[in-house]
């Protein structure tokens, strides 16, 4: 099968080089995307070879730059696509799992999971971020384990491998933190079967921030619940009636409100 390994990156000199040499050590070819990255990152990688590159002139935001990697794969026509962080929270050594995993022939989504089971030396996450996870993975499963086939143990970590043939079947826009929202509700809408896989748990940089309003954890935490109650009710028809439980059953544009206001447009 032919597997591309997607590293979406923004400002990550300290990080970037030795991720690269690691990931090349698995055999794969690569894809970077650079998201408007304003230190050494662009430099880095004009002297790297054998690589693919996607530059945004600005930074667009995390959901931008996974849904290139996978229009990249797509047209490409790659078989897998595994996605990854380049700031050694994800352990290169462990894709040959992922690509394992989807092997069996019973997945579309190999998601990670680093709330599945203990995994020796793990770190401790910010108790922010922790609670946040705890309480959308919590959501997601009231409101689309049914649909999925299982419930998540992890609903954002962003390594993952990826069915090419079934991403051509989503339809994703969501640019920002809030990705794997949109990504979760469209699995279910389209029946995509997936599966976790557990994997260490690493905070290298507990001073990272996601920036502007999203800095704020309750904030945060309702920006993702809109995201997501939005999606949900956007895709109403393909999903069971438990998904939307509580929620208008109407998007705003069908009310003959701005559609700007519901993510159809």
Not at 162 to 168: G, M, N, Q
Not at 178 to 201: S, T
Request: neutral net charge.
């Amino acid at each position: 099968m032919r597997t591309l390994v997607a590293i979406p990156v923004y400002n990550e000199e300290k990080y970037l080089s030795g991720v690269l040499t690691r990931v090349r050590e698995q055999g794969h070819d690569i894809l970077v995307i650079d998201d408007g990255s304003t230190d050494a990152t662009p430099a880095i990688l004009a002297k790297e070879r054998g690589i693919a590159l996607i530059r945004q002139p600005r930074n667009v935001g995390y959901g931008h730059s996974i849904r290139a990697s996978f229009a990249y794969a797509v047209h490409e026509r790659y078989d897998l696509l595994v996605t990854m962080d380049c700031d050694e929270q994800h352990e290169p050594g462990e894709i040959p799992l992922f690509l394992a995993a989807a092997d069996r022939g019973d997945a579309d989504i190999v998601s990670g999971s680093r709330y599945m089971s203990v995994v020796a030396g793990n770190d401790t996450p910010p108790p922010d971020r922790r609670r946040i996870n705890h309480l959308i993975t919590a959501e997601i499963n009231d409101r689309l384990a049914a649909a999925m086939g299982l419930e998540l143990t992890d609903a954002f970590c962003g390594f993952k491998a990826h069915r090419v043939e079934a991403l051509a079947r989503l339809d994703l826009s969501e640019n920002g933190y809030a990705f794997p929202m949109q990504l979760w509700a469209q699995a279910a809408a389209a029946k995509l079967r997936v599966r976790e896989l557990p994997v260490k748990l690493i905070y290298n940089d507990l001073s990272r921030t996601f920036g502007g309003m999203l800095d704020d954890p309750d904030r945060r935490l309702a920006h993702y619940r809109a995201v997501l109650h939005r999606e949900l009710v956007r895709l109403r028809r393909h999903l069971p009636a438990i998904a939307l439980a509580g929620l208008e059953a109407r998007p705003a544009c069908d009310r003959g409100e701005d559609r700007r206001a519901c993510g159809c447009s």
